[in-house]
Every structure is written in structure tokens, then in C-alpha cells.
């Protein structure tokens, strides 16, 4: 019996540009407008995923491939599609890679093309931008940055992308946008740039149209210094935790979350460590799936809860995850002071640790890099 072949959609961009927002909305779009099966795949360094819980909670199928990037884990990635074939035969797959990677289109959408080529039809690149972010790596605008190397990262992601995506539209003003929309043009002229905000929906079905009605033009691929490649990630603290909460009298979810994620930004800040992303996700155990859910993408913003619990709680499970341009062991270090001066300001509430990794990524080593289309 002959078989349609899947859509590919791979949706890349820095840390804290609202990936995992965006395949949610994508998702809910796919299946809500056009009555299509979707499965989604995960991606990151470590273990114990807030995004994997943020996906999950939408009741849609999620492979997590964790330990290292899709560049590096391809088999894995194939691996997580036949997974979710068994299980529900995806019409579409959306993958989300890892926020500080980047050659995607050599190691990821062209092996998949020439090897799977039956099976997928690719969609287009998309790199999702933070506005502000972009727009200080850009020297459009003063504030907080990465190390050079760091950067080195952010660049090449914009320099591969088929679409360019400016996420949080909404943050800029039109001229400021107009402005960085010029800026995105002269130094990525091979890149569409649009610009969507998950959060409020504006741009979202154009984007989302484009991705499921056009497939990846071939072109050359970009070059890439692995060694400085790897050297930014190097730089980069990666932090994931565990814990389970109790509390003798009812507590509210969200303002734990809130005063936790804002002693956090303090002491990055004092440290001068620059956050990449900081996200945490809080789920009573009787909250039938319910959750609540913090972010915080740089320093010299106010944590923002993306979702809220109504009720207070008095059991529940913390998933930590905190990317920042710092010592991994100044990350556990600093964790562990905001948690219990947090939990000071919460005297019926104990918090038991179950799980803890802080580490440096290693260096990119793809399974596959086809310099040709």
C-alpha cells in the first residue's frame, strides 16, 4: 500500500527564543485546521526536560532524544520517528533541536533528504529570534551579550536559516522593528524574514503556512569552525533538577515559582553570568496534568509565567532547567542558595532533590555532514 510521505518541520533558534512555544501553537494549528497527526520531538543535552512536560501536557505524542544534539544523536532521531510511527503514524513531525545548535542543514535536513528521502518531504529552516536579543547581537541596541564565541553560535544559526523568524514581535515597537527587520536583510540576504508572536498569535497562519506548503530549497551549505563551534558551547553552563515539594499548609504555585526564579536572576546578575534561559515547570500531584511554568531569557527581565496553576498545592514536582554563560558548578552552587532562600520565605514548604547534572556541553561531533545537497 503506498504511503504519503511525512512532513518534516525542524523549528531551530537560540535558547529563549520560544521554540517550544511555537511547536505547541503549531501544532494545535495543524491538528485544529487541517485534522493532521502530529508527533513531536525533543531535544537537549541533559535529562529531565521542562519542554517535554510543556508538550506533553497538550496530549500530543513526544519523543525526547536527550545526551547530545540531533546533529550528533541522527540515529536517535530517526529512531524517535519510528517510535511515534508504532504509536500513532504522525502526518507531521516538528522537531525542536537543541537552542546552541547550529549546521543543522548539513547534518540534519540533507542525510534525512538523501537517506529517508521516501519518507519525508522537508520543510524549511526555521530559526526563531528573540527580537531583543538579535537585535543587541546586531549592535542595534545596548544591553547584556554573550562572549564572542558564544555568538560565534547565534550568527551561524541566522546564517543557515530558510526562514528567519522574529518571535515576540510585539516587544518592538514598529520602528524599532522596522529596524531590525533591515538589519536581518543586509546580513542574511538568503533568508526570509517574517515576524510572528506566539504569545499573541499575529503572523503565526502566515508562517505556519509557509512551512506546511513549500519544501527546503537545496543550497550550499555554510562553513562552520567546529573548533570555535565548540568552543561556545563549552562556555555554556547546562543545569537540570529535580525535586519533590511538600507543604504543611496550601501553597501558591505561582508565586513560589516567581520569588525562586527571581532569586535566581539576581544572583546570575551579581555574578555576571549571562542567562540563555532559565525555565521551570511546577505539577501538583493531583493536578490531573495541570501545570505551571516560568521563563526568564535574560537578565534584565522580570520572570515571566508563561502558565498558571488556580490552586494552591501542597504536594508537587519542580523540574529545573537553567542554560547560562557560566561554571557548571556555579550554576548547582547558585541553584542551591536561591532554593533555600526561597524556601525561607516559605516556612511550611520542604523541598527533597532527585535529581541533579550540571555540565558543559562536549564537542559537536555529527553523525553525518553532506556538504552537497
Not at 491538528?31 to 517535554?52: E, P
Request: aromatic share 6%; charged share 25%.
Amino acid at each position: 500500500m503506498e504511503t504519503t510521505p511525512a512532513r518534516y518541520i525542524m523549528i531551530g533558534g537560540f535558547l529563549g527564543a520560544g521554540k517550544t512555544t511555537s511547536v505547541i501553537k503549531l501544532a494545535h494549528w495543524l491538528d485544529d485546521s487541517l485534522g493532521l497527526r502530529v508527533g513531536l520531538i525533543d531535544n537537549d543535552q541533559g535529562s529531565q526536560l521542562v519542554d517535554t512536560a510543556l508538550m506533553s501536557s497538550h496530549d500530543y505524542e513526544v519523543e525526547e532524544i536527550s545526551g547530545g544534539c540531533f546533529c550528533c544523536r541522527f540515529n536517535s532521531l530517526v529512531e524517535a520517528a519510528e517510535r511515534l510511527n508504532q504509536r500513532t503514524m504522525p502526518e507531521v513531525f516538528i522537531a525542536e533541536p537543541v537552542g546552541s545548535c547550529t549546521d543543522l542543514v548539513a547534518t540534519v535536513t540533507y542525510p534525512l533528504r538523501r537517506m529517508y528521502g521516501e519518507d519525508y518531504t522537508i520543510a524549511p529552516l526555521s530559526v526563531l529570534v528573540d527580537p531583543i536579543r538579535a537585535a543587541r547581537v546586531l549592535g542595534l541596541e545596548q544591553g547584556s551579550r554573550f562572549s564572542e564565541k558564544v555568538e560565534y553560535i547565534y550568527r551561524k544559526q541566522l546564517e543557515e536559516a530558510d526562514l528567519i523568524v522574529i518571535n515576540k514581535s510585539d516587544l518592538l515597537s514598529p520602528e524599532k522593528l522596522e529596524e531590525l527587520k533591515t538589519a536581518l536583510v543586509k546580513n542574511y540576504p538568503l533568508a526570509k524574514i517574517m515576524t510572528v508572536s506566539a504569545r499573541t498569535g499575529d503572523g503565526l497562519e502566515e508562517w505556519f503556512k509557509e512551512l506546511t506548503e513549500t519544501t527546503q530549497t537545496p543550497r550550499a551549505v555554510m562553513e562552520v569552525d567546529y573548533e570555535v563551534y565548540a568552543d561556545g558551547e563549552a562556555l555554556l553552563g547546562w543545569l537540570n533538577a529535580a525535586y519533590t515539594l511538600h507543604a504543611t499548609t496550601e501553597t501558591d504555585a505561582n508565586e513560589l515559582l516567581r520569588q525562586l526564579a527571581e532569586s535566581v536572576r539576581r544572583k546570575l546578575t551579581a555574578g555576571g553570568s549571562e542567562v540563555a534561559h532559565f525555565k521551570m515547570t511546577l505539577e501538583p500531584e493531583d493536578g490531573l496534568g495541570e501545570l505551571a511554568a516560568l521563563n526568564l531569557v535574560r537578565n534584565d527581565l522580570i520572570p515571566e509565567l508563561s502558565m498558571e496553576l488556580e490552586d494552591p498545592f501542597t504536594d508537587a514536582h519542580l523540574t529545573v532547567n537553567m542554560r547560562a554563560e557560566a561554571a557548571p558548578e556555579a550554576l548547582k552552587k547558585l541553584l542551591a542558595e536561591a532554593v533555600a532562600e526561597t524556601l525561607a520565605a516559605f516556612p511550611s514548604l520542604t523541598a527533597k532533590q532527585e535529581h541533579m547534572e550540571s555540565f558543559r556541553p562536549g564537542k559537536p561531533q555529527p553523525t553525518h555532514r553532506d556538504t552537497k545537497a
